[in-house]
């Protein structure tokens, strides 16, 4: 809520069912009004229903996923952010994660993959507004990027610019 003090409607939604559950109990504690809902994002439409929402986030989880399964869960993710889609995931460390022509296998990280988070928005017909590679510094032994994006609307033009 100090975040996003306006919001009527704050959802987090995670596959760790015992990470949901504790945070359950801390943001009861709080009187916080976010709700968070244990599933995989796979299983969006049955999260979520037919919710939209301003902000979007995800933060690491596309990791998980190959290039081909990335691409549609930003495409459903998009089709559901009205203002921003904020994606954080694995950086390249030899190069901008944006240059990359296609998703790479993590050495570091095993069963994860490094994308190229503005090709796919792209591909998926959203607008990259910014991103960050962080492929030189490290937090907690993983390297970041972020990529900030809107949707098009049906005309073609973004709904919002930033």
Known sequence: TAVF????DL???DIDAPAIEKGRRYLAGERSSVRLVAG???DLDA???PRRFDVSLAAGV?????QADATQMIARMLERTDTVLALAGLACVDQDNASLPRSLASMTH???WIHNFDAIVKTCGGRV???RWEGARQY???TIFFTFATPLSAGGRTRVSM
């Open 40 to 42: 995989d994002m796979e």
């Open 140 to 142: 907690n032994y993983q």
């Open 110 to 112: 095993p069963g994860q």
């Open 129 to 131: 507004v910014r991103n």
């Open 47 to 49: 999260l979520v229903g």
């Open 5 to 8: 003090p306006g919001a009527r």
């Open 11 to 13: 959802m987090g939604i």
């Open 62 to 66: 596309l990791s998980y996923l190959n």
